[in-house]
């Protein structure tokens, strides 16, 4: 399940996960598996997340989501979903190219060690 709502709101007001994380005192890893729907987000977490997003709790509070749920989404809220996607297509991208680039460095340094 995924916090759609929280990720857009954070995307929104232009925090990282690990901007976020630390204002709420935790990891980024941490953060990011609470926003994915991996591990749980507690009620005070969702209190201090709501707080540094500058909104109420009921605002961005989800149990969870569905794919089925996001399929149902109104069509006026569409757009911010969409736009969430490529935002994560496109980081994951630009993640996808540094780690092959990385790859081909380690490959080029292990060529020149034999």
Request: charged fraction near 30%; include cysteine.
């Amino acid at each position: 399940m995924i916090k759609v709502k929280l990720q857009i709101m954070r995307l929104q007001k232009q925090l990282s996960q690990e901007e976020i994380a630390d204002l709420i005192g935790m990891t980024q890893s941490t953060y990011s598996r609470k926003e994915k729907g991996i591990t749980n987000i507690t009620m005070s977490e969702w209190i201090k997340i709501a707080k540094v997003l500058g909104v109420e709790k009921d605002e961005i509070y989800q149990e969870g989501i569905s794919r089925k749920d996001m399929l149902d989404v109104p069509e006026n809220q569409n757009h911010h979903i969409v736009t969430y996607v490529l935002e994560q297509i496109d980081f994951l991208q630009r993640k996808n190219y540094e780690l092959k680039e990385k790859i081909r460095i380690l490959q080029k340094e292990r060529c020149n060690l034999q």
